[in-house]
């Protein structure tokens, strides 16, 4: 048989009652900030834009990386430009903005 006997006083009880309130009616107005519409909205805008600065900073790593291994085909580690690679790749693009100056040309004569 449980013991039902309380030895505190009324007054006792009436404070821990009036905290037990005060705890609940902080809880409640948490829950009611959570689940109002502008905290809900907000909440999920900070989500796309964490999720939008993600992608951004991968892509960045990846272009940077990407750069940078372009740059090593075309500098040697002193910081000095490789003719022997620069050269063709030049002559390349002359000869097609040639090309399609030339083609620009045929089409409007």
Request: avoid cysteine; charge should be positive; aromatic fraction near 2%.
């Amino acid at each position: 048989m449980a013991d039902t006997s309380d030895t505190r006083t009324p007054a006792q009880i009436e404070a821990d009652i009036k905290r037990r309130r005060e705890v609940l009616a902080e809880t409640l107005d948490e829950i009611g900030v959570r689940v109002h519409p502008k905290t809900i909205v907000g909440d999920a805008k900070a989500k796309v834009a964490a999720n939008i600065d993600h992608t951004v900073g991968r892509a960045y790593v990846q272009v940077n990386r990407a750069v940078t291994q372009a740059r090593a085909q075309f500098v040697d580690e002193n910081g000095a430009t490789r003719l022997d690679r620069v050269l063709p790749v030049a002559l390349a693009v002359v000869g097609v903005v040639g090309l399609l100056a030339l083609s620009t040309r045929r089409r409007k004569g």
